[in-house]
């Protein structure tokens, strides 16, 4: 058994510390945005706040909380995220399945991949697409945070190659029982691509709560942004070269402890499921269901 | 008809998806022949002026046109690289850690910077690459008696901070994709191999890393969908009049003289001249991993 | 009425709808506007003034009311209450009631991340109806986004209408600067109506450490000279112990421009007689791009000298505004160029990090030839437009020649003195007295961001009056005096007295029109070998004889050319 040789042992050792090393120093600059989130806005624009918060103040949270709309943009996103990463996922496994069939079994498919994937490259702008939304009534719609994105090319593509490494057999014993395509995709291909399911499920999670540009642009109403586009408003950014200020709007020109902590509030969700979809990350689920 | 009949639940299959792609896709794609007009967004696709290839020209015409682009495929080409061999490489030795809950934590920590925006990264890699006291250059000193690095004010160094930092933000988030290919790797492989007695550095050379090539074929594939884009929002806040000769990229170039002044053609213009050359590029290593690796991307 | 002028008609008719709350004032306007004293008056507007079909249609208030279309990029930090919105809320309602003009919004977008102009853009793109009237703000992208709107020759000469309508208060504050309207004059043409801001809002003075100053008994410095001798006392002589390398003496910044608002390096130019990265009027009346100027190369080598004595930040070049505040507010820099209010925002932090820290505000310090110099802010923040197609055009003046006769500057005893609307701006508290911002029950709005117009009506030189006004000791009357003295920072009168004691040091950028040919093609390439040859001599890289080099390529490159169309634009806006 190698893991119990002593080389492997000193390499496991040696190799675990320089990952957690590794590790800190993804954490590092991240529990610095995290104080500053936490510091009084006096020591944040001093630039004084290390990596534990100076004055301690949680007035960037409540400026952001507080706020009717921010419980609405939290289900919206919330909204978004499950309708739309559900539909990414239902579109791309079905495009996956026929792709992922050798040319001899489905001749075209070569032509279909080759029009997914000049899409990726391919584009019309923002004019065209905008016109498009436009003409399809979308603007001011909650359907216009979803349907423009179901179709990520990108993950059909790593779906696809994953449903390559399904071992034909299963397929072959299914077709026998009489199965039809759409019986195989769901009974042989699914339950053995979790880890690849679960992956394109946090993609497409990430993107979707993260995404804001879309939500400002066809939405007017304040009242239906997404999360991510209600954030976006909160932090004032402007040109000062051509501004005048009232007394309220001094207040907002220090982003720094908003703008930090508005990053954990984006992130936090997401890094509440992410643990869970680690669950999904099962090795040998191909060869066990093969050994059935 | 009988082969008709026996792939029509394929075609069927892919019509969502292909319809989809259509109308959000293919028919805003006429757009592109804003590349060739001089775009008044009054006057429509219909009423502006064509000017064939004025746009291309102006693209190509600066003085400083070819070092704009030079730079951008430098940079991209080196994020690219390592934004792939960085992930292949932590996977795997993310996969040897023996004790589960240390791997998960460290996988979990190494995808947060994913989601720091560049805005606010900016401000702290200033501070932390100081060449007047910054953490990184009192390191360097401290250990190894190095003289103050100006990361971001020598040319040089600013393409190799971009690179670096990029690679550091967006590699733990790449890492998932070649864990779930390691998870789908056939567990008797390996059982077949410790029956032969290879060691563990054999098995990963014979099993593991031909296991992931494939993937990585795909994603370094696609990522040549980026062979042009060297990653505006970083570059916008970090680049300074002292770098702007070898950091000014593609994007921030276009951000600066067509953006500000609503030049929708030009924009579009520069637009299709990257997807040309990523298409072309996509198309070349679609064959060589064809011919090479016997392996179809997709 | 009739027999009133026309100021005390309207004057007369504010109060009884104030009194009454009811418009009994409904008689139609004397056709007198052509008489009006305005020097911007064209011979073109006159003329089409003439010939203005429709010059009985001015109301105090319509009734059947009038409806205004436009769109709106809301200010993100707006708030609302009581479920409103920018298109429905307590000002639109007033117009509604008060002047029977109906605001009819066509679609609205959170302003931020450029969005704005780009759902303007889009809009016309995709051939969305366009409002009758819309503000677009100055700054960015949103310059161009006006140019190119009236270019789209949708909107309407609109100097003839202003002529015509606009009361004389406004006239007045349009005449403080008639080189208001050239960035919206084509061919003598007014185009759009320029939206006037406060003045002075962006011209900056020199913020210095008073304690430091005292500890070390250091007058301020009046010449570059003593303010070399300030510096250096400040970095190795520190008052309050800091090591010379903690000690940023003068917090400036160049990162992507030499010419700014805050840590701005631009009087260092002028104390030798140029401000870079904006247009100057030369010795000969023309126009000159100030960083090709000679006395730009002095600049720099002072900067340079002042990089390698460690006076200013030893990497300024990678320093933005906001970055140059950042040791101002930690309490490790001695001086700082900024705004006159700098003392409400950022510099009142100072105090909370270094107890006993005080800034006070002082004249930028003049060169070796008694010059000084420091870039000056234009009187408007945007510009208002008029839809060829609106059937009521003079409805708007309507709606501004309200505003600036009782909102602009409210008199002591008169409708909006205390406040606008109730519950909004201000409030009564349980004896009658007005409360504000907080103590009003749901918190405070700005109310001024709900008119049609941008900030509603300001008046340039009505906020420094003020602020002199106290600066002088004076108890505030008006409500623009205790407005300025509660928002701002309690070194902001003195600081205002300071910035107007160099009037004539002021120089705005006078090239305001669209930009040319050769602008659009070259002038990113052109500041970029400026910017990066200025920092390749402040940090040693390149001798100061690059300069010379720099200033011929910049000539040759296109340079030259751009000189020539922006004086031919600015001939064109004097030769009205």
């Known amino acids: 058994m190698y893991h119990k040789t002593l080389p492997y042992r000193i390499f496991n050792i040696v190799n675990t510390c320089f990952l957690l090393a590794v590790a800190l120093m993804c954490v590092i600059p991240l529990i610095h945005v995290l104080a500053v989130s936490f510091s009084a806005k006096s020591a944040a624009d001093g ?5 534990w918060p100076v004055d301690f103040s949680t007035v960037a949270y409540e400026k952001t909380i507080d706020n009717p709309v921010f419980l609405h943009s939290l289900w919206v996103a919330v909204k978004r995220t499950v309708i739309g990463t559900a539909g990414i996922l239902v579109v791309a496994c079905l495009a996956a399945y026929p792709l992922s069939k050798e040319n001899a079994q489905f001749r075209g498919r070569s032509v279909y991949a080759w029009v997914f994937v000049f899409t990726m490259i391919f584009n019309g702008g923002l004019v065209p697409f905008y016109i498009v939304i436009q003409s399809l009534h979308l603007i001011d719609s909650f359907w216009v945070l979803v349907l423009p994105g179901l179709v990520n090319v990108w993950l059909i593509i790593l779906l696809m190659n994953f ?22 995709l769901a009974r042989v291909y699914l339950p053995v691509s979790l880890p690849a399911l679960a992956t394109l499920g946090l993609f497409a999670m990430v993107w979707h709560w993260n995404s804001w ?14 999360l991510a586009t209600y954030l976006q408003t909160v932090i004032v950014s402007r040109d000062m070269s051509s501004m005048s200020f009232s007394k309220q709007e001094f207040d907002l020109l220090s982003q720094k402890t908003i703008n930090a902590a508005q990053i954990f509030i984006g992130a936090l969700p997401v890094l509440i499921v992410y643990p869970f979809l680690q669950k999904f990350f099962v090795k040998g689920l191909v060869m066990g269901s093969v050994k059935e | 008809m009988r082969y008709l009949r026996r792939t029509w639940p394929f075609h069927l299959m892919i019509l969502p998806a292909l319809a989809l792609l259509i109308v959000f896709n293919y028919i805003p794609m006429g757009g592109i022949v804003m590349a060739f007009q001089d775009y008044k967004p009054w006057l429509h696709i219909s009423g502006s002026e064509w000017i064939g290839l004025d746009n291309f020209r102006a693209l190509f015409e600066r003085e400083d046109s070819l070092q704009v682009i030079w730079n951008t495929f430098l940079i991209s080409v080196f994020k690219i690289v390592f934004n792939l061999l960085t992930p292949f490489a932590f996977a795997i030795l993310l996969n040897e850690v023996r004790a589960r809950f240390l791997g ?3 996988q979990t920590l190494v995808y947060l910077p994913h989601f720091l925006s560049w805005v606010i990264l900016g401000g702290i890699l200033v501070e932390f690459l100081s060449s007047d006291g910054g953490f990184v250059n009192r390191v360097l000193h401290e250990l190894f008696g190095i003289k103050p690095i100006f990361f971001l004010g020598d040319g040089n160094w600013f393409r190799f901070t971009v690179v670096v930092s990029e690679v550091w933000k967006e590699f733990g988030y790449g890492t998932i994709v070649f864990l779930a290919a390691l998870a789908n790797i056939n567990p008797s492989l390996y059982e077949a191999a410790e029956m032969d007695g290879a060691s563990r550095w054999r098995q990963t050379l014979h099993i593991t890393i031909p296991s992931l090539v494939p993937m990585a074929i795909v994603v370094g594939t696609l990522s040549l969908g980026n062979i042009l884009n060297a990653g505006f929002d970083q570059i916008f806040n970090l680049y300074n009049s002292l770098v702007m000769d070898k950091g000014d990229i593609i994007d921030t170039f276009v951000y600066r003289t067509a953006i500000n002044d609503g030049q929708f053609g030009f924009a579009t213009a520069v637009g299709l001249f990257k997807s040309v050359i990523s298409m072309v590029l996509i198309v070349i290593s679609y064959r060589l991993a064809y011919k090479l690796a016997n392996y179809r991307v997709f | 009425m009739k027999a009133m002028t026309r100021k005390s008609a309207l004057a007369a008719a504010a109060l009884m709808l104030a009194a009454t709350g009811l418009a009994a004032c409904s008689g139609s306007k004397d056709e007198e506007g052509s008489s009006s004293p305005s020097s911007a008056s064209s011979p073109s507007a006159s003329a089409s003034a003439s010939a203005s079909a429709t010059e009985s249609a001015y109301k105090d208030k319509y009734d059947p009311p009038v409806t205004i279309t436009t769109v709106w990029g809301v200010d993100p930090a707006l708030k609302f209450k009581n479920g409103e919105t920018i298109e429905n809320n307590v000002a639109t309602k007033w117009a509604l009631d008060t002047l029977g ?5 066509l679609w609205s977008v959170t302003d931020t991340n450029n969005a704005f102009v780009t759902k303007m853009r889009l809009a016309m793109s995709s051939s969305q109806k366009l409002p009758d009237v819309v503000t677009i703000g100055t700054g960015g992208d949103y310059d161009q986004l006006a140019q190119d709107l009236i270019d789209t020759g949708a909107f309407r000469e609109v100097g003839s209408l202003f002529d015509q309508y606009a009361n004389e208060k406004w006239k007045a504050a349009m005449n403080l600067d008639p080189n208001v309207w050239n960035p919206y004059t084509r061919d003598g043409k007014r185009m759009g109506i320029p939206v006037l801001d406060y003045a002075y809002n962006h011209d900056y003075l020199l913020w210095i450490r008073q304690d430091w100053l005292d500890k070390l008994h250091l007058e301020a410095p009046k010449t570059l000279e003593e303010l070399e001798k300030v510096m250096d006392a400040f970095k190795n002589q520190n008052p309050d112990g800091l090591k010379p390398n903690q000690v940023i003496p003068l917090s400036i910044g160049f990162k992507t421009t030499m010419n700014t608002w805050m840590g701005d390096p631009s009087w260092v130019f002028g104390a030798y007689g140029t401000i870079p990265d904006q247009w100057n009027k030369a010795a000969d009346g023309s126009l000159e791009w100030g960083s090709i100027n000679p006395a730009a190369k002095q600049a720099l080598q002072k900067l340079k000298e002042w990089r390698d004595k460690g006076y200013i930040p030893s990497e300024a070049a990678l320093w933005d505004e906001n970055k140059t505040s950042e040791p101002a507010v930690a309490g490790t820099a001695g001086i700082i160029p900024g705004p006159y209010w700098m003392s409400g925002w950022p510099l009142q932090d100072t105090a909370k990090n270094v107890p006993g820290a005080v800034w006070k505000p002082y004249a930028i310090p003049t060169g070796p030839d008694g010059k000084a110099g420091r870039h000056g802010t234009n009187f408007t923040s945007g510009v208002t437009l008029i839809n060829k197609n609106m059937e009521h055009p003079e409805a708007l003046f309507t709606y501004q020649n309200y505003l600036f006769e009782n909102l602009a500057d409210p008199q002591p005893g008169s409708q909006w003195d205390i406040g606008v609307f109730k519950g909004y701006d201000y409030d009564l ?11 009003i029950p749901g918190g405070e709005v700005n109310i001024n961001r709900y008119w049609l117009v941008k900030d509603g009506a300001r008046i340039p030189d009505a906020q420094m009056k003020a602020l002199l006004k106290l600066a002088d000791g004076n108890e505030p009357t008006t409500r623009l005096e205790k407005e300025v003295k509660n928002n701002y920072g309690p070194e902001t009168p003195a600081a205002a007295k300071v910035l107007l004691s160099q009037p004539d040091i002021s120089y705005k950028d006078m090239f305001t029109g669209p930009a040319t040919p050769t602008m659009t093609s070259k002038q990113d390439y052109l500041k970029k070998i400026e910017m990066q040859t200025f920092n390749e001599i402040i940090y040693g890289k390149k001798d100061l004889s690059a300069f010379d080099k720099f200033v011929s390529d910049w000539k040759a490159a296109g340079g030259d050319k751009m000189t020539q169309e922006v004086n031919d634009w600015y001939k064109s806006t004097q030769s009205q």
Do not use: M
């Open chain 1, 47 to 51: 630039n004084l706040v290390g990596l």
């Open chain 1, 163 to 184: 449903f390559r490494g399904v071992p034909k057999e299963l397929e072959e014993a299914a077709l026998i029982d009489g199965a039809g395509h759409l019986g195989i």
């Open chain 1, 213 to 226: 540009f879309d939500g400002l642009l066809y939405l007017s109403n304040k009242q239906d942004y997404p």
């Open chain 2, 104 to 106: 998960r934590t460290i």
């Open chain 3, 101 to 105: 003009i109906k605001i009819d919004s």
């Open chain 3, 429 to 439: 508290d349980a004896n009658g007295n007005p409360v504000y911002l907080d103590k």
